[in-house]
């Protein structure tokens, strides 16, 4: 188990020294830092001078050197815009992404995964047909479109609940706005994390479905039913338990996905949250707070990839025994 | 040993793909699948001759005659869909803009599948470090999905440039960006096709004949991965449609001078909900029946040409 | 009263394009305690009867007509719930490869337990009890430890071994083991047959032994029946059709085995091959291979005669009889 973690340390690294170049050389070719510093009158001796001082004629390893050991300090620079460090700024506003991804992901577990397996226990059912046809379209519909429409019929025609903004928050222990405890900010939540969950839920029923499928066929299943277990146990204890292993090693690719999504839903709900910011961030070419986010968004990327690692090696015995064995 | 003259030849023949081919006529869903794709295709086309109006001549865009609803609404029957904000009649900019989507998909997804089908070849063919190192890239690349990096590219290219020079550029670098980062499905599964081809008795029998590797690859290997290529090329597309769009929703992509669907549909939102629903509705639909079309085909290919496809 | 009997059995494959015969009018009878073995090549249609049996045919396959009586009971009959309370307590089953009857997710014990504690109503330190115990039973060295470990850290011969187990559980009437031997090593093949053997002795349980193999039966079985083409064509204690076959195809198979050809020579192979379902022949399906078909064989489906202590369908066994007769009466005249 501990080479294991250790492995995957080694690459989460290697993936974050790839990911800090990057937002590295945005930020050194992004507009001139010295533009931004000097006042307009300034000469061009004045100008050298602050560029020698800052470091900026150095060559690209030095610089990098520098901005590493400053951002693993937790000083990524300051943005343009808001004028004030960027992880500040950045960290504001995660709270509300990351709750808006989490309801989206409960909201996807407890409608795909049964959706799913009905319709792999019952392929002839007709709901199992309905939700194979619903996803089937689903599938097809992109998360915009769905998220439009959303707010057309739910809040403009019906309204039913808000479409834009997070609504009434409430701070906990003074670090985190919270709106999963207002009625209002609840109401807020809903139409986002629904569209964010509508566009991903299609993928997961299918997948759940066929994962199911061929699981069922297998001896094991069979020998189950020889051994005269009642049919939730063979369905939801033999059966599930398989069909979950592959489909965490895609929710884990999926996680990109539900980042990008979260960009365009923040867009469409003009939710505060990180997604928006970056938006922001790009029309505004506020270097600091781009880079910035490539590296926070980054870091939590790589950070759920490792977990999902880990919980995969905890379902699947057969993962834990290799690593004993190394 | 001895080879039968059966274990020389490719194992497809044109006996399975007339086979496959009666099967899928017989499907009225697949048939009507094709039919709209080829549809699409063929507007796309012949867009220059279709639209009714011309949308490079400057009076194209009339103010004068913005927001004109379809002309079953408002009986005006220049405009048969009606117009948008700027005056443009919508049957030509969206018979333009399916064009533009189209092309982006298409050239996209030959980019991604040249690249894909090459490394996987390559890999699954040399095996060893190089196959390991290759797969870890893909492993990495596919982890951060292809949205996330076409977004962050295109975000750090708009403001590289300024947004004058994008737009000019943006067609070639919505190409490039989707159909650079989506190539580890293709790798995965040619990869993994080859390996299993490999141990095939023709390719054995090649080998011994002394033809080289290269050959091999390309004139034994390849046609027997088609199948499954075929199937994700077909999905491919849809999804290539689908990022390009919400890639322009976001304005990162295709300008509004110059749009696609997914800008059309970016536009037409605020419209949308101050009451003039056909800017918004309309392109919409017509995106939604194309990717609707392409995955339909693509779930047919996959039930009948039954290949082992990479799920993740 | 026989422990289990099957008459008439008819089991259909249900395609999109037609009905498939998979086994046609099939009877047998099983008593308490006895071990018969159902023989055949693949294709034959043994796993199918032995899974018809508690009704686990896989899809398109079902049960077309007949009965299958257990004591009092009919199977066929049966609803889901009172066919999973006949599974595992009354009839178990051992399968084929023992590396893919295990589900690799959850720990042996877990699978042990679950067995029991869905028959029966005890705490589960009793089952934990009841499983380690079996374990011993099945000479497993160190059951506590291998209770908490995964399938995949046992070898392919312990598996079978804890499926052996797993099968006897809960003490069942008959036990249908369908090439239990099969998928493991030759050296390890006769362990688990003489465990096999030894457990159903010792315990009074019936056993159904599918195997391809004439010599793994004559090792094991009382009674013999000969599958071909999805019908039983011969049937008899074992040693009868092991010393004197009297279908063509049995002689055939007994001749197939490697202990009957002198080192060096080539083995004696039925010619031809199974036929499938699709291509079933007319008449006695073992026509096309039979050295000895007449035009009759073509046509006809020749019915059960008795031969002595064992039962054939076979017109030159047939003939022969009646030609025994003809002279017996001419002799008595």
Not at chain 1, 236 to 263: C, D, R, S
Not at chain 1, 294 to 309: C, E, K, R, S
Not at chain 2, 156 to 173: D, H, N, R, W
């Amino acid at each position: 188990m501990l080479i294991f973690l250790l492995r995957r340390l080694i690459q989460a690294c290697f993936v974050m020294i790839i990911i800090s170049v990057i937002s590295f050389a945005i930020q050194g070719n992004l507009g001139d830092p010295i533009q931004q510093m000097v006042s307009v009158t300034a000469s061009q001796d004045e100008r050298n001078q602050l560029r020698e001082s800052l470091g900026l004629n150095d060559n690209f390893i030095n610089q990098y050197w520098r901005f590493a050991k400053k951002a693993v300090q937790g000083d990524l620079g300051t943005s343009f815009y808001y004028k004030k460090p960027v992880l500040e700024v950045i960290f504001q506003k995660v709270p509300a992404t990351l709750e808006l991804a989490f309801c989206a992901i409960l909201l996807i577990i407890f409608v795909a995964t049964p959706c799913g397996v009905l319709a792999a226990i019952k392929p002839k059912n007709p709901i199992s047909r309905l939700i194979m046809i619903v996803s089937s379209i689903g599938l097809s519909v992109p998360i915009f479109i769905v998220a439009i429409f959303m707010v057309y019929f739910f809040s403009i025609e019906w309204n039913v609940a808000p479409s834009f903004g997070r609504g009434e928050t409430t701070e906990i222990l003074g670090l985190w706005e919270s709106g999963l405890f207002t009625k209002d900010g609840l109401s807020h939540l809903l139409l986002p994390s629904l569209s964010l969950a509508i566009a991903l839920m299609p993928i997961f029923i299918r997948l759940i479905r066929a994962e199911m499928m061929e699981v069922l066929q297998s001896e094991y299943i069979r020998f189950a039913w020889s051994k005269g277990l009642s049919t939730p146990r063979i369905y939801f204890i033999h059966a599930l338990k398989n069909t979950m292993l592959p489909i965490i090693t895609v929710g884990g690719i999926q996680a990109g996905t539900l980042v990008a999504y979260t960009i365009l839903t923040e867009t469409i709900f003009q939710w505060p949250g990180m997604g928006f910011l970056f938006m922001d961030a790009v029309s505004r070419v506020d270097t600091p707070l781009i880079s910035a986010y490539l590296i926070v968004v980054g870091g939590m990327f790589v950070m759920t990839n490792t977990l999902v690692d880990l919980v995969y090696g905890l379902v699947n015995p057969t993962v834990r025994l290799a690593s004993h064995g190394i | 040993m001895k080879y039968n003259k059966k274990d020389l030849t490719h194992p497809i023949s044109g006996d399975r793909w007339n086979h496959i081919w009666s099967g899928f006529i017989g499907d009225k869903l697949a048939v009507l699948a094709l039919l709209i794709f080829l549809f699409y295709c063929a507007i796309s086309l012949l867009a220059p001759l279709l639209a009714p109006f011309d949308i490079d001549d400057p009076a194209f865009m009339d103010l004068m005659n913005s927001e004109i609803a379809p002309s079953w609404i408002s009986h005006d029957y220049r405009f048969l869909l009606g117009t948008d904000a700027q005056g443009r009649d919508l049957l030509s900019v969206i018979l333009y803009g399916t064009r533009l989507s189209l092309t982006i998909g298409i050239c996209a997804v030959l980019i991604q599948a040249t690249l894909g089908i090459c490394i996987g070849l390559i890999a699954g063919y040399l095996g060893g470090r190089i196959d390991n190192f290759l797969m870890r890239c893909a492993d990495i690349q596919l982890s951060f999905s292809n949205m996330m990096v076409a977004i962050v590219f295109l975000a750090i290219f708009q403001s590289l440039f300024g947004i004058a020079m994008y737009q000019q550029l943006a067609m070639v670098i919505l190409i490039l960006v989707i159909g650079l980062t989506e190539w580890p499905l293709f790798a995965r599964t040619v990869r993994a096709s080859v390996l299993a081809e490999k141990q095939q008795e023709y390719v054995d029998a090649a080998r011994v004949m002394g033809i080289s590797s290269k050959r091999i690859m390309f004139r034994h290997i390849l046609p027997n991965t088609l199948s499954p290529i075929l199937v994700i090329f077909t999905v491919q597309i849809a999804n290539a449609i689908v990022a390009e769009a919400a890639l322009s929703f976001l304005g990162l992509g295709m300008p509004s001078t110059e749009p696609s669907l997914g800008s059309l549909i970016a536009e037409g939102m605020a419209y949308m909900f101050a009451g003039s629903w056909w800017i918004c509705v309309i392109p919409s639909v017509t995106l939604i029946i194309l990717i609707l079309a392409m995955n339909l085909l693509g779930d047919w290919l996959r039930d009948h040409l039954n290949p082992k496809v990479y799920k993740d | 009263m026989n422990l289990l009997s099957v008459t008439n059995l008819h089991v259909n494959f249900h395609t999109k394009a037609q009905e498939l015969a998979a086994l046609i009018d099939v009877s047998f009878t099983l008593n308490r305690g006895e071990r018969i073995a159902i023989v055949g090549e693949s294709g034959a249609g043994k796993s199918v009867l032995g899974f018809s049996i508690v009704n686990l045919i896989g899809k398109p396959g079902y049960i077309h007509s007949g009965s299958i009586r257990l004591e009092n009971d009919e199977l066929t009959k049966m609803n889901l719930r009172q066919l999973q309370e006949v599974r595992g307590k009354r009839i178990a089953m051992i399968f084929q490869d023992p590396m893919m009857t295990l589900n690799p997710v959850i720990t042996i014990g877990a699978q042990l337990v679950e067995t029991i504690r869905s028959h029966t109503k005890i705490s589960y330190k009793d089952a934990r009890n009841i499983a380690i115990e079996k374990l011993n039973h099945v000479q497993i060295a160190s059951p506590e430890r291998r209770f908490d470990q995964y399938p995949h850290e046992l070898s392919g011969g312990m598996r079978q071994r804890v499926i052996i187990a797993a099968v006897l559980l809960l003490n069942p009437d008959i036990i249908i083991a369908d090439e239990p031997t099969t998928a493991l090593d030759v050296t390890i093949q006769a362990e688990i047959l003489q465990l096999l053997l030894a457990i159903c002795r010792d315990n009074g349980v019936a056993l159904v032994l599918i195997s391809h193999d004439l010599g793994v039966v004559s090792k094991v079985a009382e009674r013999t029946l000969v599958m071909y083409a999805g019908r039983i064509v011969e049937e008899g204690p074992t040693l009868e059709i092991i010393n004197d076959p009297q279908h063509p195809y049995t002689q055939g198979l007994l001749n197939a085995l490697p202990q009957m050809t002198l080192p060096g020579q080539r083995l004696n192979q039925i010619q031809g091959s199974m036929p499938s379902l699709i291509e079933r022949p007319s008449g006695c399906a073992f026509h096309p291979r039979c050295p000895y078909a007449k035009e009759k064989c073509k046509k006809e489906q020749p019915s059960f005669i008795h031969s002595g202590v064992s039962s054939v369908a076979c017109f030159l066994v047939e003939d022969m009889i009646n030609e025994f007769a003809n002279q017996d009466q001419e002799v008595s005249k």
